[in-house]
């Protein structure tokens, strides 16, 4: 079936540090891609998506490129800051299937 | 602004006593979700609206139930929440279901069962 994998976390790091979290995915066909961000207590908040393949979803300083040939879509930001301390998930969608099928999120530290 | 809307926040309720959550949304989208969100872990549709139809997720239990009165409004209930249902439930709503379509979701509503 259908799946998502995410890097292991927790990942700590400190402010203005290059950050990168793996994304890859199983899927039959061509799925929409997206990263959501979930701050503490709180539901989820879409951060950037890609709907083909070689798209850039972009958003607050976040990147992340959806690349068929290597069925990833890893997020990355140059210079990370303590705001954006939360867990991440990538998640894949089909046309018309309507469920978001997520990976297991990765939660980020950033210290000061 | 237009937003997803969940209320309460937190909910405390009983083994066996039924409660029912609430969403609201002033986005006018067809669609409507719950997700379910343990401790820790991603979380897992539980069933959506399209409008009045009603899509269930095949290993949804029997004690989950929902009801979608309008297009503003959805509800969850559990019949009898056990100590394993104490979860995050997650709202969202979705204009269609075409490719791309974001899912735009709630705040979330924390619930413990005693």
């Known amino acids: 079936g259908d799946s998502v994998t995410q890097m292991e976390g927790p990942v700590t790091l400190s402010e203005e540090a290059c950050l990168t979290i793996?994304?890859?995915?199983?899927?039959?066909?061509?799925?929409?891609l997206f990263w959501y961000v979930q701050y503490p207590g709180e539901g989820l908040q879409l951060l950037l998506k890609?709907?083909?393949?070689?798209d850039k979803g972009s958003n607050k300083g976040f990147e992340a490129t959806y690349r068929k040939e290597t069925t990833s879509f890893h997020l990355e930001k140059g210079s990370v800051q303590v705001s954006d301390s939360a867990v991440y998930f990538c998640?894949?969608?089909?046309?018309?299937?309507?469920?978001?099928?997520f990976g297991q999120g990765t939660r980020l530290t950033i210290n000061p | 602004d237009a937003m997803v809307i969940q209320n309460p926040r937190y909910q405390v309720t009983q083994f066996g006593k039924p409660v029912t959550l609430s969403c609201s949304q002033t986005?006018?989208?067809?669609?409507m979700y719950w997700y379910q969100q343990k401790s820790s872990q991603a979380p897992k549709l539980l069933f959506h609206?399209?409008?009045?139809?009603?899509?269930n997720e095949a290993d949804t239990p029997d004690n989950f139930q929902s009801r979608r009165p309008n297009t503003s409004f959805c509800f969850l209930d559990i019949r009898s929440p056990g100590l394993g249902d104490a979860a995050m439930y997650l709202c969202?709503?979705?204009?269609?279901?075409?490719?791309?379509?974001?899912?735009?979701f709630g705040p979330g509503t924390r619930l413990l069962v005693l």
């Open positions: 969202a709503t979705s204009r269609g279901t075409g490719a791309g379509e974001t899912q735009y």
């Open positions: 793996n994304c890859t995915y199983t899927a039959t066909g061509y799925p929409s």
């Open positions: 890609a709907t083909k393949a070689d």
């Open positions: 998640a894949l969608l089909y046309s018309g299937a309507q469920k978001l099928v």
């Open positions: 986005l006018n989208h067809n669609v």
């Open positions: 609206y399209y409008d009045k139809d009603f899509n």
